[in-house]
């Protein structure tokens, strides 16, 4: 696992996969509404 700072909310979190850096890495709680936002509805 590996530390990050959650792009959208600031918390410290841990991700399993090494981020790159060339884009935000979000908090399990923050990527899971960024999701249902994103997510289309029919």
């Excluded at 410290?12 to 509404?33: E, H």
Aim: aromatic share 10%.
């Amino acid at each position: 696992m590996y530390p990050i700072t959650c792009g959208e909310c600031g918390n410290d979190a841990l991700v399993p996969f090494r981020p790159r850096g060339d884009r935000p890495v979000y908090c399990s709680d923050c990527f899971s509404k960024m999701r249902a936002q994103s997510s289309p509805v029919d």
